[in-house]
């Protein structure tokens, strides 16, 4: 089963306004971290924001936030204010357990295209 | 920030080389680094783990004598594609984290490879 589940292959958005990126996820270990990533055309992949499964507030990062519903076992992330530099491939992915060496489940990615 | 170098940037040789890409931790220790494969507007497939002074860990289907991998030291990774064909080419990524950060500290990724094999 997919642990980790990006409905949304590509999107446009006006500069200025808001989108929001879907990732579902499906895990058993109560504890997790979602991490979301921006890989624009040039390819390196940009750390952008991380919910911890037991964080009580939703992560923010500047114009990034995570809108983590842990019943629903989803955590999208909204853009705010979208800029021409936000184009990019958007990617969601999970960590299980608490060991340091974890390794990451990602979701097939969302390509998001700001337009002028 | 924490920052993985990863070189080179882009390689384009004859079918039959085998190519290097080395990933390196330039702040920071890591006892483990993970080598990841993406094709075209798809999402990055983990190949293997690299992990420091023992053999890597390999994810199902991919080729240990196709894709050597040695983790030498703490800051260093290679990923050697032996005898690379055609349906080699693709972008390789790797990604490592400081050994010592808690586990809410991210994966960083170097800028990645893109391999042509012609």
């Known amino acids: 089963a997919q642990k980790i589940t990006q409905t949304q292959p590509g999107m446009f958005v006006q500069e200025k306004e808001a989108v929001t990126l879907d990732c579902t996820y499906d895990t058993s270990d109560p504890s997790y971290g979602l991490f979301w990533y921006k890989q624009p055309s040039s390819g390196e992949m940009i750390f952008l924001i991380y919910q911890g499964s037991y964080d009580q507030q939703n992560a923010t990062e500047g114009r990034y936030s995570l809108n983590f519903q842990k019943a629903r076992k989803s955590a999208n992330l909204v853009i705010s204010a979208s800029q021409l530099g936000d184009s990019a491939m958007y990617f969601c992915a999970m960590r299980e357990g608490w060991s340091n060496d974890y390794k990451l489940s990602f979701g097939a990615g969302t390509t998001v295209t700001v337009r002028a | 920030g924490a920052v993985v170098s990863q070189h080179p940037s882009r390689v384009i040789c004859k079918s039959g080389t085998s190519v290097k890409i080395e990933c390196r931790s330039l702040d920071f220790q890591a006892t483990t680094m993970f080598w990841y494969r993406q094709f075209p507007k798809k999402s990055l497939m983990l190949m293997a783990t690299?992990?420091?002074?023992?053999?890597?860990?390999?994810e199902q289907g991919v080729e240990k004598d196709k894709f050597l991998i040695n983790h030498a030291s703490l800051t260093l990774s290679t990923l050697t594609v032996t005898s690379a064909h055609p349906e080699d080419s693709s972008f390789y990524i790797c990604?490592?984290?400081?050994?010592?950060?808690?586990?809410?500290?991210?994966?960083?990724f170097g800028d990645g490879t893109r391999l042509s094999i012609l």
């Open positions: 690299s992990n420091e002074g023992s053999k890597a860990t390999y």
């Open positions: 990604s490592a984290r400081d050994s010592s950060s808690t586990s809410n500290q991210p994966q960083h």
